[in-house]
């Protein structure tokens, strides 16, 4: 290594020349990947994550919700302990004057949307099984916002 130290020093000119010659080769060489490259990232399709993002834009037709709660229970989400609980988080949540419609494992699409709201076509009265986990150990609430009125209720 001290060879080599000395020999760059000896010949610093060839060397940034070199050093130069190989950036604008890779200039050269890389300038069209930009347009090749994803912008976005990959996820792995059995996620959680992913599986809830088909999920959601199906149930909310096109829109991801602006709020997604995962509920673990180190039992089962059919357990009636389990089952009250989840449905007082989704009061919880849908007592906040910024939500409009709540969607939970527990409850089923648009828990709590007030008299007069319009629930979407199609969706069952109970919960939705595809909100809960494979496992049966977690379970996911599901927010949405109203962007109508500046984000609350009426």
Known sequence: MAALGRLASRRRRWVTAAALLVAVAALWWGHAVAGRLSTGGWAWKEASSSRAEVLLTQRFHGGV???????????????PEARDAGRRLVNLVRADRKVIGVDSYWTGPWAGMPRGGAKPR?????????????????????GCGCPETGGTRP
């Open 65 to 79: 919700p602006d709020m997604v709660l995962m509920a673990r229970t180190p039992g089962s989400v059919d357990a």
């Open 122 to 142: 199609g969706t069952p009265a109970g919960g939705d099984e595809r909100l809960g986990s494979a496992d049966r150990h977690s379970a996911l609430v599901l």
